[in-house]
Structure formats: structure tokens, C-alpha cells
């Protein structure tokens, strides 16, 4: 099932920016271990939401070292449960959770320090706090990222990108209207100033005739 387009608006901007930072971070250097995942993801009841969650580190991956888990709060002060975790010989593994079954999946890539999920068939009692731990040695630091989900029931009104059109065809329109009649008007002056040019040529030659016409009558004896 593929996701809706909610959940692609909510958490584009947040996993941009966190994208971004690690790409920056990649260029400058590295320093410590950081998580990056979005702050919030609103999921549409029904659908697949996937929940991201990438970090940096000084080091690569060692399997024999390498920690992370995925647990689950329904408010940030209740007892967390953990529903996946690292198997060095299995890699991501799903644990048996009453809340979730079988719709978790791993849906990330431990080369390039991915460690994404996807929640499939969502469900109102998905609502909550997810939590993102990494501790990769011989980083110090263990990384942790939280992130809130909401689930809904229904796609909100397209309002915002509607009301956008609405304004962008009307100042589009008003400018083509503006720019129209500025061609107009410098048209209409071009032409009137043509007619102005042709009068004054006309009467500039009537005069030459007619003082000419006058110099041959006082020639006649």
C-alpha cells in the first residue's frame, strides 16, 4: 500500500533539512555521532507510513559492535516497548509486539547508515512516540531520535495549494493584462506620433508649394 499524500507533505520538509544537515555534515567533516529524523509524521488511517531515521558517525559500521533499537511510547512518560532491533547475523530484526504483528518491516540500508521503518495497515492506536537509539563504537555517544505520530482519519481539504493557484492565475493574469496594455498604449503612441510626423511633413511641403507658386508670379513682367 502506498503512501498518501499527507504523509509525503509532512515528512518531505523534515527529512529534507535532515538530508541536507548530513550532507553538510559529510562535507565539514565528522565530529559525533547525530541522529536525523523528522519531528513529527502525520499518517492517514489504513494507509503505509514510513517512519525515517538516518545518523552519522566518525566510523563505519562494525557488526560486532554495532546497537540500535526501535521502541515505542504512547506519550512520551509511558514504558517504552521495543519492536525492532540489530542482530549482528540477521541485521534488522522485528520483535513479536502485540501492537504491531507483522507490519514493521525494515525498510532502510545499514551502508548508508539508514535504519528507516515502514508501518503498514496504520491504526489509530499507532499514535505515539517512536523512538530511533544507535550507538556505533568507537562513538562515545549513543544517538537517539524521537518522533511523533499522528495518525488521521481523513486527508484535510487542499486548501493551501488552492488558494495559491487561485492567487498565482490572478497575478498572473493581471500581469498579462498590464503588460498587454502597456504594449497597447506604446502601440497607440508610436502610430499617433507616426500621423503627428506625417501632418507636419504634408504641411512642411504645402508651404514649399505654395511660396514657390508665389516666387513665379513676381518673376512675370
Same mark, same amino acid.
Request: some cysteine.
Given at each position: 500500500?502506498?503512501?498518501?499524500?499527507?504523509?509525503?507533505?509532512?515528512?518531505?520538509?523534515?527529512?529534507?533539512?535532515?538530508?541536507?544537515?548530513?550532507?553538510?555534515?559529510?562535507?565539514?567533516?565528522?565530529?559525533?555521532?547525530?541522529?536525523?529524523?523528522? @519531528?513529527?509524521?502525520?499518517?492517514?488511517?489504513?494507509?503505509? &507510513?514510513?517512519?525515517?531515521?538516518?545518523?552519522?558517525?566518525?566510523?563505519?559500521?562494525?557488526?560486532?559492535?554495532?546497537?540500535?533499537?526501535?521502541?515505542?511510547?504512547?506519550?512520551?512518560?509511558?514504558?517504552?516497548?521495543?519492536?525492532?532491533?540489530?542482530?549482528?547475523?540477521?541485521?534488522?530484526?522485528?520483535?513479536?509486539?502485540?501492537?504491531?504483528?507483522?507490519?514493521?518491516?525494515?525498510?532502510?540500508?545499514?551502508?548508508?547508515?539508514?535504519?528507516?521503518? +515502514?508501518?503498514?495497515? &496504520?491504526?489509530?492506536?499507532?499514535?505515539?512516540?517512536?523512538?530511533?537509539?544507535?550507538?556505533?563504537?568507537?562513538?562515545?555517544?549513543?544517538?537517539?531520535?524521537?518522533?511523533?505520530?499522528?495518525? &488521521?482519519?481523513?486527508?484535510?481539504?487542499?486548501?493551501?495549494?488552492?488558494?495559491?493557484?487561485?492567487?498565482?492565475?490572478?497575478?498572473?493574469?493581471?500581469?498579462?493584462?498590464?503588460?498587454? @496594455?502597456?504594449?497597447?498604449?506604446?502601440?497607440?503612441?508610436?502610430?499617433?506620433?507616426?500621423?503627428?510626423?506625417?501632418?507636419?511633413?504634408?504641411?512642411?511641403?504645402?508651404?514649399?508649394?505654395?511660396?514657390?507658386?508665389?516666387?513665379?508670379? +513676381?518673376?512675370?513682367?
Amino acid at each position: 500500500m502506498s503512501s498518501s499524500p499527507l504523509q509525503e507533505r509532512s515528512g518531505g520538509v523534515q527529512l529534507g533539512s535532515a538530508l541536507l544537515l548530513l550532507l553538510l555534515l559529510s562535507l565539514s567533516g565528522c565530529a559525533s555521532m547525530d541522529v536525523l529524523v523528522p @519531528s513529527y509524521i502525520n499518517a492517514l488511517n489504513g494507509t503505509t &507510513v514510513k517512519i525515517p531515521c538516518t545518523f552519522t558517525s566518525c566510523y563505519k559500521i562494525d557488526e560486532f559492535n554495532f546497537a540500535m533499537n526501535w521502541t515505542y511510547q504512547e506519550t512520551l512518560n509511558d514504558t517504552e516497548e521495543m519492536f525492532m532491533t540489530y542482530n549482528r547475523k540477521k541485521g534488522m530484526v522485528p520483535l513479536r509486539s502485540e501492537r504491531f504483528g507483522e507490519r514493521v518491516m525494515f525498510a532502510g540500508n545499514l551502508v548508508k547508515n539508514d535504519l528507516s521503518i +515502514t508501518l503498514s495497515d &496504520v491504526q489509530l492506536e499507532d499514535e505515539g512516540v517512536y523512538n530511533c537509539y544507535v550507538k556505533n563504537p568507537p562513538d562515545r555517544i549513543q544517538g537517539h531520535g524521537i518522533i511523533q505520530l499522528n495518525v &488521521v482519519t481523513e486527508l484535510p481539504p487542499p486548501r493551501d495549494s488552492t488558494i495559491a493557484v487561485a492567487i498565482g492565475a490572478s497575478v498572473g493574469g493581471a500581469l498579462a493584462l498590464l503588460i498587454l @496594455s502597456m504594449v497597447v498604449v506604446k502601440c497607440l503612441r508610436r502610430h499617433r506620433k507616426q500621423e503627428l510626423i506625417s501632418e507636419e511633413k504634408m504641411e512642411e511641403e504645402g508651404k514649399l508649394d505654395t511660396e514657390g507658386v508665389a516666387e513665379e508670379g +513676381t518673376k512675370q513682367p
